[in-house]
């Protein structure tokens, strides 16, 4: 027989913080409305949302972005976002590596986009939706550094 009161502990506000998996997003955040891709320029490609948001990546971020597997997977042994370029070997003396251009640029249905790098790469599918979370543009850069945590 005990006369222990249960207490409702008020234990902190829910666990609702810190959410580490990818929220879908609404549609028309990751429906573009305009795609260009300044292939002739050697700049990169931007896109003009249906929420009216707008977003621009240059080559060199989107071919260091890679999504396909052998990318992904070299990007995590070697501790790198999307879009980080690798590391150059210190041991090599400077030298001019060309940037990253595509020689060909295909959309693939409605919902990605693919290159043909020059390097010969091709495996990447860019969805609307990976490129849309990984928008470069400083309010989206600045709320991801926020809410992502540890940088590792
Ligand atoms: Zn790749
Ligand atoms: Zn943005």
Redesign the pocket.
């Known amino acids: 027989m005990s006369h222990e009161e249960i207490h409702t502990a008020p234990s902190g506000p829910a666990a609702s913080e810190g959410e580490e998996e990818l929220r879908p997003l609404p549609r028309n955040a990751v429906t573009p409305k305009k795609v260009r891709i300044l292939l002739t320029e050697g700049k990169g490609i931007e896109i003009d949302w249906a929420d009216g948001h707008k977003s621009a990546w240059g080559f060199a971020w989107l071919r260091a972005a890679?999504?396909?597997?052998?990318?992904?997977e070299e990007r995590l042994q070697e501790g790198r976002k999307p879009g980080q370029p690798k590391a150059q070997p210190a041991n090599l003396l400077p030298m001019y590596t060309p940037p990253p251009i595509p020689v060909t640029v295909h959309r693939v249905g409605n919902y990605a986009i693919r290159f043909h790098w020059q390097d010969g790469?091709s495996?990447?599918i860019y969805s609307w939706d990976y490129l849309r979370r990984h928008c470069q543009c400083k309010e989206c850069t600045f709320t991801t550094a926020k809410t992502s945590g540890a940088p590792n």
């Not at 890679?66 to 992904?72: I, K, M």
């Open positions: 890679c999504p396909c597997v052998t990318c992904h790469h495996g990447g």
